[in-house]
C-alpha cells in the first residue's frame, strides 16, 4: 500500500532557510518509503508584505528553491507537491500562488494557481488582505495521475468552497489537496471539520500538509500547523500538531516533522459504492 507523507515547516521571508526545511522533510519521507512529499502553502517564503513578496519571487525557471526542490526529487525519485509564489503572467506588480506537482524525475507535472484570495478583516482577529500581491487563477488542473492516485490541487482558502473539490471530483479525483497556511483562530475553529467535510462529500482522500507557528521575528503572523490526512470516510489517519490554547509555542507544533498515512484506493471505491450520492441536478444546478 503506498504511503503518503505530510510535513509540517515555519516558512519565513528567506527562501534559504525554507529549502534547508524542505529537503530535510525529503530525507525523512525518503527514509519512510513514502510514495509522495506533501508540503504546505508558501513553501518557499512567508513575506511580511506585498512588496517584499514581490522582490522574492522568482520564475521557476530560476528559483533556486524550486530547482532545489527538484533536484531532491529526481536524486530520491520522491514526488514532490508544494506551494510557492509564481510571477503573475497578466499583471507585473503581481505574483500567483501556485502548487507545484514535482514528479519523481523532477520534472514540474503540473501547477495550479489559487482561485479564491483570503481578504478578511476579523474583528480582535487576523486583517490580511491576500489580494494585495497575489494575481488570482483562472482555471481548475484536471485531476493528475500519481503513485497515490489521482489527486486534485487546490489551495488553503479554497478548502472554504465545496464546488472545486466536487467539480475535481467529477473529473476522476481520488485524492484532493490543500496545502495551507491557515491563521490561529480560523484553524480553531474551522480547519478540522472543513477538511473532514470535503473528503466526506468528495468521499476521496484529503491531504493538507500545513504551515505551523511564527513567520518572522515580530511574531505578527502565525499559522495553525495541524497538518492532516483524512479518509474517504472523514476519519483523520494522520496528523501533526499544531498551536492549541494549551501547549507553549516551541513545543509540540511538530515543525521540520512528518507524518504518513496508507492511501488505500480500495477504500474509495467502497465508499462510494456503500454510499451512493446521487444527485438531483433536475433541482439544483450542477458543478461543470
Ligand atoms: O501569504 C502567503 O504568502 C501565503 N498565503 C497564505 O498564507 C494565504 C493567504 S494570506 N492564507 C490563507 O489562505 C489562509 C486561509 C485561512 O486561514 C482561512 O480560510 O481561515
Redesign the pocket.
Known amino acids: 500500500m503506498p504511503l503518503a507523507a505530510i510535513g509540517q515547516i515555519r516558512s519565513t521571508s528567506s527562501p534559504t532557510s525554507n529549502l534547508i526545511q524542505c529537503l530535510h522533510l525529503v530525507t525523512l519521507a525518503f527514509r519512510a518509503s513514502a510514495s509522495a512529499l506533501f508540503l504546505p ?2 513553501s518557499d ?3 511580511p508584505n506585498a512588496t517584499t ?1 514581490l522582490s522574492i519571487c522568482q520564475p521557476l525557471a530560476t528559483s533556486p528553491f524550486v530547482q532545489g526542490l527538484r533536484t531532491a526529487a529526481r536524486t530520491h525519485s520522491l514526488p514532490i507537491c508544494v ?1 510557492v ?1 509564481t510571477p503573475s503572467p497578466t499583471n507585473p506588480n503581481k505574483v500567483c ?1 501556485t502548487l507545484l506537482w514535482i514528479n519523481a524525475s523532477g520534472a514540474i507535472a503540473a501547477q495550479y494557481d ?1 482561485l479564491h ?2 481578504d ?1 478583516d476579523i474583528a480582535g482577529g ?1 486583517v ?1 488582505k ?1 489580494s494585495a ?2 494575481e488570482r487563477g483562472t482555471q481548475l488542473e484536471d485531476p493528475l495521475a500519481t503513485p497515490l492516485g489521482k489527486v486534485g490541487l487546490l ?3 479554497d ?2 468552497f465545496p464546488e472545486p473539490s466536487l467539480a475535481l471530483r467529477r473529473r476522476g479525483a481520488q485524492i484532493l489537496t490543500y496545502p ?4 490561529v483562530p ?2 480553531r475553529a ?2 478540522e471539520t472543513l477538511l473532514r467535510a470535503r473528503a466526506i462529500e468528495t468521499q476521496s482522500y484529503v491531504i493538507a500538509a500545513a ?1 505551523c507557528g511564527y513567520h518572522d521575528e515580530g511574531k505578527t503572523r502565525r ?2 500547523g495541524h497538518s492532516m490526512i483524512v479518509d474517504p470516510w472523514g476519519k483523520v489517519v494522520a496528523e501533526l500538531g499544531g498551536v492549541d490554547e494549551e501547549i507553549e509555542e516551541g513545543s509540540g507544533l511538530n515543525e521540520g516533522e512528518i507524518a504518513l498515512a496508507e492511501i488505500d484506493l480500495e477504500v474509495v471505491e467502497r465508499v462510494r459504492r456503500e454510499v451512493p450520492l446521487m444527485r438531483r441536478t433536475d433541482v439544483y444546478a450542477d458543478v461543470v
Not at 495551507?180 to 491563521?183: D, I, R, V, W, Y
Request: proline fraction near 3%.
Open positions: 502553502e508558501a517564503y512567508i513575506a513578496s506551494g509564489h500562488n489559487k484570495l483570503f478578511v487576523p490580511l491576500e500581491s497575489v489551495i488553503c482558502f478548502l472554504r495551507s497556511a491557515f491563521t480560523t484553524g474551522h480547519w504551515q499559522s495553525y
